[in-house]
């Protein structure tokens, strides 16, 4: 298969045009010759120079990942970004990128795939950002505590996860916002959801969330930032036929 297919096929399932408005992260082809010939994809969270190396190593023609290398603004292309680009040209690999789409997609994306993942019921669409939607929310088939939520999803939690207002908790309703979702909290308040999922929290909404009793479980920015990348992996091997990998590189956080 040529990248040019590979990239037109990616961009169309995940519907990247949709998100030109709202994400300035370059989605689509960040690194590579569209008239390539590609065989293998590795998939990934980031493009950093431990994962550009470890698919390199694994044979691959492309590494796919959700944090790329650009993000709205100017870059020259010294130092650490040199050396990610040079290290992906010097061996042929392309790099595709996917962020905000990635996020948003109902079938693919990282919310998406959590909510199917907890078989939520009356999923929708949830929470904005910059006019366009990234979450989605809706109700368990019966009310769940934040372990069985654990559980279901199968994620690895550490000392650096966050769970507030959560312990002697049961759940019916929840809003699901992979990455650095602890702002949109507060629309889970405005719409009387039980429980915010997301990977980082953020300080500034504590106090407001324990004086309103709302929960949240922050499960990791990567580890919920996994869920659609792996769905991806999934379905380019299935219909693509291109052999695939996935590169694990967990941070912790």
């Known amino acids: 298969m040529k990248l040019r297919e ?3 096929r990616m961009s169309d399932v995940l519907e990247i045009g949709n998100f030109y408005g709202a994400d ?23 493009a950093s120079l431990d994962t550009i190396k470890a698919a390199i190593a694994q044979k691959a023609d492309v590494l796919f990942v959700h944090h790329g290398l650009f993000w709205g603004n100017s870059q020259t292309i010294t130092g650490r970004h040199y050396e990610r680009i ?6 042929n690999l392309a790099l595709f990128a996917c962020h905000l789409p990635l996020d948003a997609h109902l079938t693919y994306g990282n919310n998406a795939q959590m909510a199917m993942k907890l078989n939520l019921r009356d999923i929708e669409p949830f929470a904005k950002f910059r006019g366009a939607y990234v979450g989605v929310k809706g109700r368990f088939a019966s009310p769940v505590t934040a372990q069985q939520i654990i559980e279901m999803l199968g994620v ?18 929840v809003g699901i916002v ?6 949109d909290v507060y629309t889970a308040m405005d719409e009387d959801l039980d429980l915010l999922i997301t990977g980082e929290s953020r300080y500034s909404t504590i ?4 004086e309103d009793d709302m929960s949240m479980l922050c499960l990791g920015h990567y580890e919920t930032e996994t869920f659609g990348v792996r769905a991806m992996m999934d379905l380019v091997g299935r219909e693509l036929g291109l052999q695939t990998c ?3 590189m967990p941070l912790g956080l």
């Open 6 to 8: 590979f990239v037109d």
């Open 178 to 183: 992979s990455g650095d979702g602890a702002g």
């Open 86 to 91: 040079s290290t992906m040209i010097r061996n």
């Open 156 to 173: 690895r939690v550490n000392d650096t996860n966050f769970a507030l207002k959560c312990r002697g908790k049961k759940f019916a309703s």
């Open 246 to 248: 996935f590169i694990d």
């Open 24 to 46: 300035p992260s370059q989605n689509g082809l960040q690194v590579g010759d569209f008239n390539a010939d590609i065989r293998k994809v590795a998939f990934s969270v980031d």
């Open 207 to 210: 106090n407001d969330c324990l």
